[in-house]
């Protein structure tokens, strides 16, 4: 069945360092792919979205490519922040024979001072 | 404007009872979806409602789960004869139009069963 593999965490990284989670899918057909962000006492809110292979996409810095040919994902920030401190999960929908939202397990990613 | 509520924020109950969460989506959102996640884990879809519709039920583990949304707004979430692997959080989400159209997520119910 379709799934989402994300790296597991938690990740530690300094302020202003380079980010990258890395994710990748089996999925039937063409899912469109998003990354969304829990930040501490929050709800989990959409990051971004790329719904077709090539596509980017982009929010707060953070950046992601669909890679068909490598069934991939990857989050990528060039300058972390303190507050980027949350747990990143990534996920599909697959737009064919129903709309079912799979998500990955979470990366935690705490960016220190 | 108002995000996606849900009631209870904690529901504790023992092992066999009946309980129902709610969930309150976006004005005007016709669609609108469950999760359930566990510690640790990712939301594990169970549900997809279009309007009144049940667009997408495979997740359902059982048939101890069912859920409403009898006038295609507020919906309500089942659970005959629970058990102690039914604790987790509840989440519901809505969206405009289904699809890959933004989903918004509410605080969640945190189930306990004890």
């Known amino acids: 069945g379709d799934s989402v593999t994300q790296m597991e965490g938690p990740v530690t990284l300094s302020e202003e360092a380079f980010l990258t989670i890395n994710c990748t899918y089996t999925a039937t057909g063409y899912p469109s792919l998003f990354w969304y962000v829990q930040y501490p006492g929050e709800g989990l809110q959409l990051l971004l979205k790329a719904t077709k292979a090539d596509d980017k996409g982009s929010n707060k810095g953070f950046e992601a490519t669909y890679r068909k040919e490598t069934t991939s994902f990857h989050l990528e920030k060039g300058s972390v922040q303190v507050s980027d401190s949350a747990v990143y999960f990534c996920a599909l929908i697959r737009n064919t024979g129903g709309f079912k939202t799979i998500f990955g397990a979470g990366t935690r990613l705490f960016v220190k001072a | 404007g108002a995000g996606v509520s849900q009631t209870p924020s904690n529901k504790v109950t023992e092992k066999g009872k009946y309980v129902e969460l709610r969930c309150d989506p976006i004005?005007?959102?016709?669609?609108l979806y469950w999760y359930r996640q566990s510690l640790g884990q990712g939301p594990e879809f169970l549900i997809y409602?279009?309007?009144?519709?049940?667009?997408?039920d495979s997740g359902l583990p059982n048939d101890r789960f069912f859920a409403v949304r009898p006038e295609g707004s507020v919906s309500t979430l089942k659970i005959q004869r629970t058990e102690r692997g039914d604790s987790a959080v509840y989440l519901c989400?809505?969206?405009?139009?289904?699809?890959?159209?933004?989903?918004?997520f509410g605080p969640g119910t945190r189930l306990t069963v004890l």
């Open positions: 989400a809505s969206s405009l139009a289904g699809g890959e159209d933004t989903q918004y």
């Open positions: 004005s005007g959102h016709t669609a």
């Open positions: 409602f279009q309007g009144t519709g049940a667009a997408d």
